[in-house]
């Protein structure tokens, strides 16, 4: 099946710095969302990609999706301790269809 | 509006035992899904449903079966539980009434199988 491979696998940054995370697949997704879990809760969307190309914020968090489709990447600026968590990349080729989750970012921030 | 829910939190099975994880939705929405997260390797879809009465393969559907007889409720079926199902089990339904279509996670289930 199609795979997601997201990177890095965790990331320890101080309180104040921005924060990178990407997503690549060698298969083509028509939209790709960003997730971000907290301990003991489901993923929470936050930002979804429908366009190749496109560039969408969302407060301090940047997404864009690859003009190939075949990847993705999360920016977060100025990042606060609020921010903690396990960010997920996720595809979908179809419609509300079968999607698929990289294994995660865990990120932590020191304050 | 409770959002997502799902019964139980937590529940430890002997191999081959069976049971059955509820997921229920207040928000009137459509589609329905069954997710199991395992270390390092993210979310895997079971299962999911795009409305009363249907459902349909995911990633990893083997060993699991589910229902969908009413629109709120999505129930995931282990038959015979097996080790290799200890996990933690998400349930989500898809808004499709708002842009971007978003889909709400309920707070998860966490199985272990002995």
């Known amino acids: 099946g199609q795979q997601l491979n997201q990177s890095p696998q965790s990331m320890f940054i101080q309180e104040g710095e921005d924060v990178s995370m990407n997503c690549t697949s060698s298969?083509?997704?028509?939209?790709w969302l960003w997730y971000k879990q907290e301990p003991g809760e489901g993923p929470v969307l936050l930002i979804a990609?429908?366009?190749?190309?496109e560039l969408t914020s969302n407060g301090r968090l940047t997404a864009q999706f690859g003009i190939t489709r075949k990847d993705s990447f999360l920016n977060i600026s100025a990042s606060i301790p609020s921010d903690v968590g396990i960010y997920f990349c996720?595809?979908?080729?179809?419609?509300?269809?079968?999607?698929?989750f990289g294994a995660g970012t865990r990120l932590t921030v020191k304050p | 509006n409770a959002g997502v829910t799902q019964t139980p939190k937590f529940r430890v099975l002997k191999t081959g035992q069976s049971m059955t994880l509820l997921c229920a939705q207040d928000?009137?929405?459509?589609?329905m899904y069954w997710y199991r997260q395992d270390p390092g390797m993210g979310l895997r879809l079971i299962h999911y449903?795009?409305?009363?009465?249907?459902?349909a393969k995911g990633e990893v559907p083997d060993g699991y079966n589910v229902s969908r007889l009413k629109k709120q409720n999505f129930l995931l079926g282990l038959e015979s539980a097996a080790p290799s199902q200890t996990s933690v089990y998400f349930c989500?339904?898809?808004?499709?009434?708002?842009?971007?279509?978003?889909?709400?996670f309920g707070p998860g289930t966490r199985l272990t199988v002995l």
């Open positions: 449903s795009v409305g009363e009465g249907t459902t």
């Open positions: 996720a595809g979908q080729q179809d419609y509300n269809n079968d999607m698929r």
């Open positions: 298969s083509i997704f028509n939209t």
């Open positions: 989500a339904s898809l808004d499709t009434g708002e842009f971007p279509d978003t889909q709400y």
């Open positions: 928000m009137n929405h459509e589609y």
């Open positions: 990609l429908y366009k190749a190309g």
